[in-house]
């Protein structure tokens, strides 16, 4: 059982969600970890969460989150997307961290609970969801350096529009050659905040020269393909799907996961390898490379119709639009998510009702 603590006022839910991230429905989770222990969970209003100016978080990072999504039909079913794995992933962000770990089961209790308070916040249209972001941080009052005593776990929702409302939008990625992502032995593999803190100055460069992303090189040889600001990447070369084999400063995604799994079970052969960047390139100019597409959360697929290196740009596939493998994946994927494909893989779970 959880605890409800009801809101005074509910808000005015808004007519169209369209800008990611900035609403958020009436009600959220918290559950707190203190004396060596995770203690009971509640629901209670979205509101301001007290903190003094030494909490540990604000120095230290120490902090891990997840990103998931939930789909509402016409017909009122709620489903979310493979959620237990978000907290079985967000279990090693913490191990890594020495968080203490969020038992997977009662965290996807919570958030059924929590979302299922919440249904009538989902919108139904084609291509919206209803945003999810789990997250867990330090909260001692002090300034030691050392992993804290007190923690918090939080679940926040947020209706968010459709990311494609007219067709695909491909994307342009720049080959990062001076910044690093992640290195052996770092934190890459692992969903913390600190990634993201270190990865924000090459992507404003990259904006800076007219790319939407920065595509990651290894942080050893900086020769090898990793992957996006918040995605896998895969790569059609020579008609084989190919993305980037799992090396410990990669984020496992989930998006690509299940993709993996898709094209096996389509018959398509996919290789998880290392890949080299002078194959990519060489693959452009030949036009042995077909296809590029990012893989995660927020935008499911996201084809790559341009990729720049050292300012020279090559086009991939046709401008402006999706490849036959990325286009294939996008309405599998949408289609199991929203109950219009069946869930062969029982990636599903069904929220009340
Ligand atoms: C979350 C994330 C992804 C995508 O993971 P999904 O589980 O597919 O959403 C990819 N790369 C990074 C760095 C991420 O943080």
């Keep these: 059982m959880i605890d409800i603590i009801e809101c005074g006022r509910l808000k005015q839910k808004p007519e169209k969600a ?14 707190e970890y203190a004396d060596g222990k995770w203690g009971n969970g509640v629901i209670r209003p979205f509101d301001a969460i007290e903190l003094l100016p030494c909490s540990s978080v604000l120095h230290y990072g120490q902090a ?20 237990r794995d978000n907290f079985a992933r967000m279990r090693t962000s913490c191990d890594r961290l020495c968080i203490p770990p969020v038992d ?26 209803l945003y999810i972001r789990p997250f867990v941080f330090a909260s001692d009052e002090s300034l030691g ?19 494609y409302s007219h067709g695909f939008a491909p994307v342009a990625l720049k080959v990062e050659r001076e910044y690093v992502r992640a ?17 924000i100055k090459a992507g404003e460069l990259a904006v800076r020269d007219g790319y939407d992303q920065v595509l990651w090189l290894d942080g050893g040889e900086r020769k090898y393909v990793e992957e996006v600001g918040s995605m896998n990447i895969f790569f059609v070369l020579d008609g084989k799907v190919v993305t980037p084999a799992l090396n410990g400063t990669i984020l496992p995604g989930i998006t690509r996961d299940s993709c993996i799994k898709l094209l096996k079970a389509k018959g398509i052969p996919v290789e998880e390898r290392r890949v080299d960047i002078a194959e990519v390139l060489d693959g452009a100019k030949s036009g042995a490379l077909t296809e590029i597409f ?13 990729l720049g290196d050292g300012g020279v740009d090559y086009t991939i596939g046709v401008r402006g639009k999706a490849g036959a493998i990325a286009g294939m994946l996008f309405d ?8 219009v494909i069946p869930d062969e893989f029982g990636w599903v779970v069904k929220v009340g009702k």
């Design 145 to 163: 350096v050392h992993a804290a005593h007190n923690y918090k776990f939080i679940i926040i929702l947020s209706p968010s529009g459709a990311y």
């Design 104 to 129: 997977a089961d009662e965290a996807l209790d919570a958030l059924t609970a929590l979302v299922d308070l919440e249904r009538d916040w989902i919108p139904v249209e084609r291509g919206t969801s």
């Design 332 to 339: 599998t994927l949408t289609g199991i998510q929203t109950g």
């Design 294 to 306: 990012g893989t995660g959360t927020a935008a499911v697929i996201s084809p790559v119709d341009r």
């Design 183 to 199: 290195s052996k032995g770092g934190t890459g593999a692992y969903k913390v905040v600190g990634n993201y803190a270190a990865s």
């Design 18 to 31: 369209d800008s990611f991230g900035k609403v958020f429905t009436d009600y959220m989770y918290v559950r």
């Design 64 to 83: 891990a989150f997840e990103g998931l999504k939930a789909y509402r039909d016409g017909r009122g079913t709620v489903r979310l997307f493979r959620a």
